[in-house]
């Protein structure tokens, strides 16, 4: 039983099939028929991709992971500019808060309520850039972006959109942000695909090499990824109205359920993406819960990266404001296209047996 749908989701047939077909095309740079067959090929993906995403085709450039695309907007844009602040949020995944990071810029952060931006205060100051994520990979909480952008002005935006790509309705025109990124893998393409869309205007190279992508992302485009993202993304953007509607429907089920849990906190609240469920059971070890959860067959996460093997409390919930020792008992359950009801009710079945298992074994030190 899958509750990982976040972290990646399985692949669709329609992607497969896609890939398969496309696999065979050779270097679409090349100047001769095979060369011609597989530009078009790429140039069909390209045109899908951008009708689906409301933007132009030349915007869409093919990279090989979200992080990838999130590295080259954020660094690409900062080089772009003679400004040294940067404008960002405390929630942002790790592919946006270590890139900023690494730029050593001034960063301002926007302030947050409730794990949602509440204040757009640090843009009145002019920065090479404002980067904000759409929806956030833990709690689903979704961002003002619209608002972000048009309190920006001036200042460039980059939106993280890996989680909200192919599963709430997305338009780059109507948003008016300068870089965009998202990742095939999040809406059953293939892993090991991204996607960037960046304005004619204004992002700097940060890689060097063929010029393919108009110099931002060069060398030899892998046209059957591109064509397996375009397919998959087809297929995601058509299921969202009904998806949204059934997922948030179990989301609500099950989230109803583990409320009647003694001491259960539950982080994503507000305005959601349908599938997000992150949850805490203080007195449990994040690490307890998916452990027992996966001698049940039961696949989730704590939501948070955890380095050499340490759970660490999630930087996000902690960034909510939410106490350390609630944070480290962090369950988060992320539904997709495969979950079903017998799935949530038989997670909802042994939940509360295993948060006062976890609970039994204690908190490592
Ligand atoms: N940004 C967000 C919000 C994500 O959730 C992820 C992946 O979990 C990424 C960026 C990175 O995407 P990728 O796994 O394609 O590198």
Redesign the pocket.
């Known amino acids: 039983m899958y509750f990982d749908h976040?972290?990646?989701t399985p692949i669709r047939q329609v992607a497969r099939d896609a890939w398969l077909a496309a696999s065979e095309f050779l270097n679409p740079a090349g100047q001769y028929a095979a060369g011609r067959a597989a530009n078009r090929a790429l140039s069909e993906a390209r045109e899908a991709v951008a009708s689906l995403l409301d933007c132009e085709p030349i915007e869409v450039i093919f990279t090989g992971?979200?992080?990838?695309a999130?590295n080259l907007a954020i660094q690409g844009l900062f080089r772009q500019s003679e400004l040294s602040r940067v404008v960002s949020t405390e929630i942002?995944?790790p592919?946006?808060l270590e890139t900023v990071a690494a730029l050593g810029a001034d960063v301002a952060m926007l302030p947050l309520t409730d794990g949602r931006v509440s204040s757009f205060e640090p843009l009145a100051e002019p920065a090479a850039l404002a980067t904000c994520?759409w929806?956030?990979?833990e709690t689903g909480i979704l961002q003002p972006v619209h608002e972000l952008v048009e309190a920006a002005g001036q200042t460039p935006v980059h939106v993280?959109a890996?989680?909200a790509v192919g599963h709430i309705p997305v338009s780059f025109a109507s948003l008016g942000a300068t870089t965009l990124?998202a990742?095939a893998?999040?809406f059953g393409g293939p892993?090991g695909v991204?996607i960037l869309l960046a304005r004619r205007s204004g992002l700097a190279p940060t890689l060097y090499g063929g010029g393919q992508q108009r110099g931002i992302r060069p060398g030899t485009i892998d046209v059957a990824g591109a064509v397996a993202t375009a397919a998959a993304l087809r297929e995601a953007v058509a299921e969202i109205d009904t998806e949204q509607a059934r997922l948030s429907e179990l989301r609500d089920r099950l989230r109803a359920g583990i409320e009647l849990i003694d001491g259960a906190v539950i982080h994503s609240t507000g305005d959601l993406l349908p599938g997000h469920l992150h949850v805490s059971f203080p007195g449990a070890e994040g690490d307890s819960l998916i452990m027992l959860l996966d001698m049940l067959g039961v696949a989730a996460s704590t939501g948070s990266a955890c380095a050499s093997g340490v759970n660490r409390a999630s930087h996000v919930l902690l960034a909510m404001g939410v106490p350390e020792e609630v944070a480290r008992g962090a369950l988060r359950l992320t539904l997709g296209r495969t979950t079903t009801s017998d799935e949530v009710e038989f997670l909802l079945a042994h939940l509360g047996g295993i948060a006062r298992q976890a609970r039994e074994a204690g908190m490592a030190i």
């Open positions: 976040a972290a990646t992971s979200g992080t990838e999130d942002e995944h592919a946006v994520m929806a956030n990979n993280d890996v989680q990124a990742s893998h999040k892993r991204g």
